[in-house]
Every structure is written in structure tokens, then in C-alpha cells.
């Protein structure tokens, strides 16, 4: 027997003939087929698109003035891969972070 590995990511449904057999002469035998779906696990981190992002402006920009986008995916699946951003650290006077989300399938 083989050990399986199941990565939703990589294969998603994996589909199985099993056959069983009795020991009359002759034989029977018949076939089934076992669909197995593998659901996602939150097994992968979000990544952002860029790893160094830059932004500038100018001082006298008015408020409200988008400075920089940022982007990241993650390659799990519904709830596991909705993404928020939020600002950690930093000196920072008004901040308005606004979100695209993008979901990959």
C-alpha cells in the first residue's frame, strides 16, 4: 500500500475504481467508484505580490491621497483564504487602508 499525500491544491477530487472479487469458480466480481474530495486546510500563508512595496508623496498632497496599493493572495480556499491588512507598526498621522480582495479558484 502506497501512502497518499492529499494537497487541495495541487489535486482536488481524486476518483477510485475498487474492485471486489469472490473465491466462487468462476469468479464474480464488480466495481465501484469512490470519489474522494479533499477540503482545503489553511496550510498556506498569504503572500504579498511584491516583497519590497514603496510609496511617495508629496507634502503638500491632501488628505486622502493614495500613497501605495498592496496586494497579496493565498492559495487556500474560501474563509482560509480571505486576507485583511491592517498597519502594525509605524508613524503614521491618518491612515485609510482600503481592500480589494481577490480570491483565487
Known amino acids: 500500500m502506497y501512502p497518499v499525500v492529499f494537497d ?5 477530487e481524486h ?4 474492485m471486489v472479487k469472490d ?3 468462476p469468479s464474480e466480481r464488480n466495481y465501484a467508484r469512490v470519489v474522494v474530495t479533499v477540503h ?4 498556506h500563508a498569504p503572500e504579498f505580490t511584491s516583497p519590497i512595496l514603496q510609496g511617495k508623496v508629496f507634502e ?6 493614495a500613497v501605495v496599493q498592496v496586494y497579496a493572495i493565498d492559495r487556500d ?10 498597519i ?9 487602508v482600503c481592500v480589494c480582495v481577490c480570491i483565487l479558484q
Open 88 to 96: 502594525t507598526s509605524g508613524k503614521c498621522l491618518c491612515v485609510c
Open 60 to 65: 503638500t498632497s491632501p488628505v486622502g491621497t
Open 77 to 86: 480556499r474560501g474563509q482560509n483564504a480571505k486576507i485583511t491588512y491592517s
Open 40 to 43: 482545503d486546510h489553511n496550510d
Open 23 to 25: 473465491q466462487g469458480t
Open 15 to 18: 476518483i477510485l475504481i475498487v
Open 8 to 12: 487541495r491544491e495541487t489535486i482536488e
